[in-house]
């Protein structure tokens, strides 16, 4: 009788524990773990979102040396010629229009202007300055032209005469220019300009990139 007691004791034991495990089996994860999870989920995207602000900082500092950099590259460049006509007596009267050559370089800061052609290259777009000056008899016309690649821009004339023996003249102006486009002084058929280093003159700079 005791022995049946025991058995029966051990048996319903055996029922509850198993209940026990079936009820614990269905209960959810403990809140703590769910916590965490959810603090985890939150760092995740907080750290997503330093990772954006980070890749856009970088992207800001890159865009600003690069524009460090070309304004550094646009203070170093410098254009500054002076060039005379040379010789020592008149050059023309000539039958057709003719480039003027100014073959004593004076100046030539950045190589842009040449002395075999007598022509002004710009080696950067931006706004130049130009002037030209000269000296002539009376006996002919004086006259010279400035042209920016087939256009005329500016010119200085004086008109032949018998009692002047002696004429002046000169123009200046800025011009906005493309890079590879050129400047240059044209002497018109029958004028003529005196040729000489310190009469005679074409100059330029540049003022500013843009």
């Known amino acids: 009788m005791f022995l049946f ?7 319903c034991c055996d029922l509850n524990l198993g209940q026990f495990e079936n009820d614990s089996q269905s209960e959810p994860v403990c809140p703590d773990s769910c916590f965490l999870q959810k603090e985890l989920d939150a760092m995740k995207e907080k750290l997503g979102a330093m990772e954006n602000m980070l890749r856009d900082s970088q992207t800001r500092v890159i865009n600003s040396e690069n524009q460090i950099t070309e304004l550094k590259n646009q203070a170093s460049v410098k ?3 002076s060039a005379a006509a040379g010789g020592n007596g008149t050059i023309g009267p000539f039958n057709t229009d003719t480039t003027l050559i100014y073959k004593t370089v004076i100046t030539n800061i950045g ?10 290259t710009a080696s950067v777009a931006g706004v130049y ?3 030209i000056f000269y000296h002539a008899g009376g006996e002919h016309e004086g006259k010279l032209l400035l042209y920016k690649n087939n256009d005329l821009m500016v010119m200085t004339h004086d008109h032949k005469s018998d ?7 000169g123009n200046t102006v800025f011009l906005q220019l ?3 486009d050129q400047v240059y002084v044209r002497l018109p058929a029958n004028t003529h300009v005196w040729g000489h280093d ?3 003159t074409f100059s330029g700079f540049l003022v500013t990139q843009m």
Do not use: E, M, P
């Open 5 to 11: 007691i025991c058995l029966f004791i051990l048996l």
């Open 79 to 81: 254009v500054i010629f």
């Open 111 to 120: 190589n842009a202007y040449s002395q075999a052609t007598g022509v002004f």
């Open 163 to 169: 009692s002047d023996t002696a004429d002046n003249g």
């Open 178 to 180: 493309q890079q590879g």
């Open 129 to 131: 300055y130009f002037s």
């Open 198 to 200: 310190h009469l005679t």
